[in-house]
């Protein structure tokens, strides 16, 4: 990999991280106009994921700071209530890191797997529009001002099984996640930021475990396309997250879904 070649696929998964489009697929994708060797994908990936997720932490950082303050009390408050379901939402995806590592390492590097993937996306976005109506009532409560935090620990464990479904490549993992909110009943404003922030403790465990396991030493890419690439994805995630965020809250996503729609049908037409 080309030190040019990580700058451009680093500013590709900083700004794609944070719309429903799959920033995996949009990687794949520029990897295979840039002619990138799929051996050398996965560790990169891995590294600007992380990259976006510390400018997530930089964005979030009051919340975070709140959250953490609040658990710290050591009383069952409303920041102890939202972590414990941050952490009910981690337990699918750290199963799948934990059993199935490889069988998802194996999808990596298929833009046919992409295009399907994007399919998938786009059909998720689209019926979650027609579920997030104006003015719902949420029903996984028994009163109208509906659950704690505005989200339930069922809500939050589908939301979970979604996240870990989004591994595959070209599955949008703040899509996924946002739609299945959406379609669980989860208010689109409370779904965009919980979303966001549950990302962060499987990244986060997977980069250290590749960091202590001694991936990153052993990588194929050389160390300034990695630094280069964590770089672009921090500096562009930084600006995309702010921007983005309020764009996926007030946005219809029948808009992102169709662009799935339109990359899906140009990788099975070109690929």
């Known amino acids: ?77 409303d920041e102890t209530d939202y972590l ?13 890191g934990l059993f199935f590592k490889d069988h998802v390492e194996a999808l990596f590097g298929s833009i046919k797997v992409v295009g399907f993937a994007l399919l998938l996306t786009s059909v998720l976005l689209f019926f979650s529009d027609l579920a997030s109506r104006p003015g719902r009532v949420d029903k996984s409560s028994g009163n109208a001002k509906g659950p704690r935090n505005g989200i339930s620990y069922w809500q939050a464990f589908v939301v979970g099984l979604s996240q870990a479904l989004a591994v595959i490549p070209g599955l949008s993992r703040s899509g996924t996640t946002i739609s299945t909110g959406l379609i669980c009943g989860v208010r689109r404003e409370v779904m965009a930021q919980f979303s966001f922030l549950m990302v962060l403790i499987p990244i986060l465990g997977e ?40 764009l996926v809250k007030k946005a219809k996503l029948s808009w992102f879904a169709i662009y799935c729609l339109i990359a899906a049908t140009a990788i099975f037409i070109f690929a």
């Open 1 to 77: 990999m080309e030190w040019f070649e990580a700058i451009i696929l680093g500013i590709v998964q900083g700004l794609t991280e944070f719309l429903p489009v799959s920033s995996s697929g949009h990687l794949e994708i520029g990897k295979v106009l840039l002619g990138v060797e799929a051996t050398d994908d996965l560790m990169f990936t891995t590294l600007v994921h992380a990259a976006t997720v510390l400018s997530t932490i930089i964005v979030f950082r009051k919340q975070i700071f709140g959250l953490l303050k609040g658990f710290f009390k050591f009383r069952y408050n």
């Open 207 to 246: 980069s250290f475990l590749e960091l202590v396991g001694g991936e990153f030493a052993s990588s194929s890419v050389g160390a300034l396309p990695l630094v280069l690439g964590f770089v672009s994805a921090f500096v562009s995630g930084l600006f995309a997250c702010k921007v983005m965020i309020a």
């Open 84 to 96: 414990f379901k941050i952490a009910l939402s981690c337990v699918p995806i750290m199963i799948v």
